[in-house]
């Protein structure tokens, strides 16, 4: 008991206390900033591994980026990766930054579902599915969840059961194999339910869209509640997007 | 001597591996592994040549440093004697031939699917109708679970046929994640698309996987490494090592409800995953290491700050180590549970911690050493029960060793030697072979070049496409109750095994 009790007070307090205000430790790729800087266009446009870079003008779509940072250190003076964490969206084009855009990147209230705010303002329960994921965005929602990030405190959990959930969380670019299963569990999640795409490869199949093994057909089926790009997404981009979705009118 | 014997990412010309006919091909292999703990297989692929079929064989022997390779051309419908009528640990390379290519072999016991990949022969097979295994009986029961688990972890099935309480068999059923890498690897062109394919093998493993194909990519293209790349990529390995078994750690606490244990290391891995991304800018290393260069040079700087880290995570891990390891009711839940015996791991050919767990001695680090484990003069951590306990006791010393080896890396850094960047363009008509110790185990990539120098095969092998069968030989006769805590402290990957 004793024991128990000394290893409670040497690892001290442990949560971070304001998760929407923290700021990440070392370099850390986030949200790019793009300048208005004359460079090579089709070298710059060829690096990217998943295209996601694209002209007239610049701009990079964080559905597809893998944030590697190549077109950073190749061209540093056009492109550099802020240690902005805040990355999520209700709307797909909101993921795309422009040159010369400098601004955070937000849920838009207007296009938000009526419900949401009501019904999961104050609890929202999911239910994960890795449909092909490389379990690093599984790891990251696992972390969320941690002593640290505790994103238990905004009453976000996940749950063992569909039944129990009030919505879906996909990793990964859905492979074939695993196309049926996304659709039976999506049908066991009483309504009303939203969708939430955390990864590179989930919202846009990432390193994966040319492959022939994936088949995201239940995407054009259904409208997708919240993008969360990174690769992995960060345990605080995770937060901040959970909570802009739910916390706005 | 018809094979040849290569080390660790050598490169050589197809033609200098010799062909032999099957009957050669097959009496050959199974003596090089028959009798000889030394030996396992570890790789064993085929690829389509003209009309045929050509199988390549990889034995390593870890007490002389060599691959034995040896290939052999088949005609697709010839049914084969298989290798696995022999050698258990040959039974999944050959039920992927016979998934990709259809080659039937008479006498293999069951030519199960193994991932349903998208370029398999039978495509009227599909993963939705796979007939699970049954017994006829009104004593046994089933219980299906999967593809989707109740936590937040990858899918797969497993089917387990109980008497009661107890497991008699389980059956384990994977595929859900392939994604087609391995074609990817064919189909994309550029190196970079090559090296973030390599770090989404299994995102766990991203410094295993791609310090493997970093190893293979140089090779082929005859780079020669500097100190200090390979520096940054043994450091990483190490820390990626360290990060994840006190992951697992958690893990295996959560599994048999011991909340301080859970919490305090799932805490613990936040620094060194941390550490990670102040040096490379992402928590699971993923674009640290790429071939030819070291994109993230590791400074002083960094060393110091990583010695502030371990003086800080060292006591403390410690501290909540020797508790977990003094409570009787952890221990009880550890011991003897899950065990299996060292002649079952030496028979299906365990890699890694499944194989150090019971007294088989295989560590790529000190077999077929890569990187500075020259250096490390590295000893493999071995225990003899193959139980629970046994998987979580290497997991404690190993990160015990990490630290040491972390430590002793940091203590020299290697000063950053400027590339040009450039690396040439594959040779031709090749065939190269990496194998890297991860943190799982043995991880090996194996890729082959046209007359042009382009990349006509690349076969990835991750150590979960041995070990999945040492967890479904492990839970037999346990209760299901300890099937979590089986698995967790096996921790294999579903997206290294489906691709």
Same mark, same amino acid.
């Given at each position: 008991m004793i024991d128990n009790i000394k290893i409670v007070f040497h690892q001290g307090k442990q949560f971070i206390p304001n998760p929407t205000t923290v700021e990440v430790p070392g370099v850390f790729r986030g949200r790019p900033v793009i300048s208005h800087e004359k460079v090579n266009e089709a070298e710059l446009l060829n690096l990217c591994p998943t295209d996601a870079i694209t002209n007239n003008?610049?701009?990079?779509?964080?559905?597809?980026?893998?944030?590697?940072?190549?077109?950073?250190?190749?061209?540093?003076?056009?492109?550099?990766?802020?240690?902005?964490?805040?990355?999520?969206?209700?709307?797909?084009?909101?993921?795309?930054?422009?040159?010369?855009?400098?601004?955070?990147?937000?849920?838009?209230?207007?296009?938000?579902?009526?419900?949401?705010?009501?019904?999961?303002?104050?609890?929202?329960?999911?239910?994960?599915?890795?449909?092909?994921?490389?379990?690093?965005?599984?790891?990251?929602?696992?972390?969320?969840?941690?002593?640290?990030?505790?994103?238990?405190?905004?009453?976000?959990?996940?749950?063992?059961?569909?039944?129990? +959930?009030?919505?879906?969380?996909?990793?990964?670019?859905?492979?074939?194999?695993?196309?049926?299963?996304?659709?039976?569990?999506?049908?066991?999640?009483?309504?009303?339910?939203?969708?939430?795409?955390?990864?590179?490869? +989930?919202?846009?199949?990432?390193?994966? +869209?040319?492959?022939?093994?994936?088949?995201?057909?239940?995407?054009?089926?259904?409208?997708?509640?919240?993008?969360?790009?990174?690769?992995?997404?960060?345990p605080l981009t995770i937060i901040n997007g959970l909570l802009d979705l739910t916390r706005k009118h | 001597m018809n094979y040849i014997s290569i080390k660790n990412n050598q490169t050589i010309l197809l033609s200098d591996i010799p062909e032999s006919n099957y009957e050669w091909f097959y009496d050959k292999n199974i003596d090089l592994v028959t009798g000889h703990p030394e030996r396992h297989c570890v790789n064993y692929f085929g690829y389509k040549s003209g009309n045929n079929i050509k199988l390549i064989c990889c034995i390593a022997d870890d007490l002389t440093h060599e691959i034995l390779i040896s290939t052999c051309l088949v005609n697709k419908a010839h049914d084969l004697e298989s290798f696995t009528n022999k050698l258990l640990c040959f039974e999944k390379f050959e039920r992927e031939i016979h998934e990709n290519f259809g080659i039937n072999y008479i006498d293999h016991p069951w030519l199960k699917p193994v991932r349903y990949a998208n370029n398999r022969f039978d495509k009227s097979r599909v993963i939705a109708n796979y007939p699970f295994y049954s017994i006829d009986s009104e004593e046994l029961h089933e219980v299906g679970v999967g593809p989707i688990h109740a936590g937040i972890i990858e899918p797969g099935h497993f089917r387990f046929i109980c008497n009661g309480e107890q497991i008699l068999h389980l059956e384990?059923?994977?595929?859900?994640?392939?994604?087609?890498?391995?074609?990817?690897?064919?189909?994309?062109?550029?190196?970079?698309?090559?090296?973030?394919?390599?770090?989404?093998?299994?995102?766990?493993?991203?410094?295993?996987?791609?310090?493997?194909?970093?190893?293979?990519?140089?090779?082929?293209?005859?780079?020669?490494?500097?100190?200090?790349?390979?520096?940054?990529?043994?450091?990483?390995?190490e820390l990626e090592r360290l990060a994840i078994h006190v992951g697992d750690l958690s893990g295996v606490c959560t599994d048999i409800a011991y909340q301080l244990g859970s919490s305090v290391f799932g805490r613990l891995r936040t620094p060194i995953i941390n550490f990670l991304q102040e040096w490379g800018g992402n928590r699971l290393a993923k674009g640290l290491i790429r071939p030819g260069r070291n994109q993230f040079p590791f400074t002083p700087a960094l060393g110091q700050r990583l010695k502030q880290v371990l003086d800080i995570f060292e006591p403390e891990f410690n501290e909540m180590v020797e508790k977990l390891f003094s409570l009787p009711s952890a221990l009880s839940r550890f011991e003897r549970t899950g065990v299996v015996s060292n002649a079952d791991a030496l028979s299906i050919g365990a890699v890694g911690m499944a194989a150090r767990m019971t007294n088989v001695n295989r560590d790529i680090r000190s077999s077929h050493p890569f990187s500075l484990y020259h250096d490390l003069n590295h000893h493999p951590i071995l225990k003899r029960h193959g139980d629970v306990y046994s998987r979580v006791q290497i997991r404690r010393e190993e990160v015990e060793q990490s630290i040491s080896y972390i430590r002793k890396l940091i203590s020299e850094i290697e000063p950053f030697i400027v590339q040009d960047g450039i690396l040439k363009t594959p040779k031709p008509n090749s065939f190269c072979l990496s194998l890297v110790e991860g943190w799982r185990g043995e991880i090996c990539h194996c890729a082959l070049t046209d007359k042009n120098g382009e990349l006509m095969l690349y076969k990835i092998k991750d150590p979960s496409f041995h070990n999945w069968l040492a967890l479904a030989l492990s839970v037999r006769n346990n209760e299901i109750s300890d099937f979590p805590i089986c698995n967790k402290s096996f921790n294999l990957s579903y997206s290294g095994h489906d691709l």
């Open positions: 003008p610049i701009s990079i779509d964080l559905g597809k980026c893998t944030f590697c940072g190549e077109c950073a250190r190749c061209f540093p003076e056009k492109i550099s990766f802020s240690k902005d964490y805040k990355l999520s969206s209700n709307e797909r084009n909101r993921l795309i930054i422009m040159e010369g855009d400098d601004k955070q990147i937000e849920v838009n209230p207007d296009t938000v579902r009526k419900e949401i705010h009501r019904i999961f303002g104050k609890s929202l329960k999911l239910r994960q599915i890795s449909a092909g994921g490389d379990n690093s965005c599984e790891w990251e929602l696992g972390a969320a969840n941690n002593v640290q990030f505790d994103m238990s405190r905004y009453g976000i959990d996940f749950v063992a059961s569909p039944r129990h +959930a009030d919505g879906i969380v996909i990793t990964g670019p859905i492979t074939k194999n695993m196309a049926d299963a996304v659709q039976i569990c999506y049908d066991a999640t009483p309504d009303p339910k939203i969708i939430v795409l955390v990864g590179t490869d +989930a919202i846009s199949g990432g390193i994966f +869209a040319e492959s022939t093994a994936i088949d995201r057909s239940f995407l054009e089926k259904y409208p997708v509640d919240l993008y969360i790009p990174g690769n992995p997404a960060h | 384990i059923q994977l595929g859900y994640q392939h994604r087609g890498i391995e074609q990817l690897f064919i189909k994309n062109k550029k190196l970079l698309q090559r090296a973030t394919l390599a770090e989404s093998i299994a995102g766990d493993t991203a410094v295993g996987h791609s310090v493997t194909f970093a190893h293979v990519w140089e090779s082929l293209c005859d780079f020669q490494t500097t100190r200090d790349i390979e520096f940054s990529r043994t450091l990483a390995l």
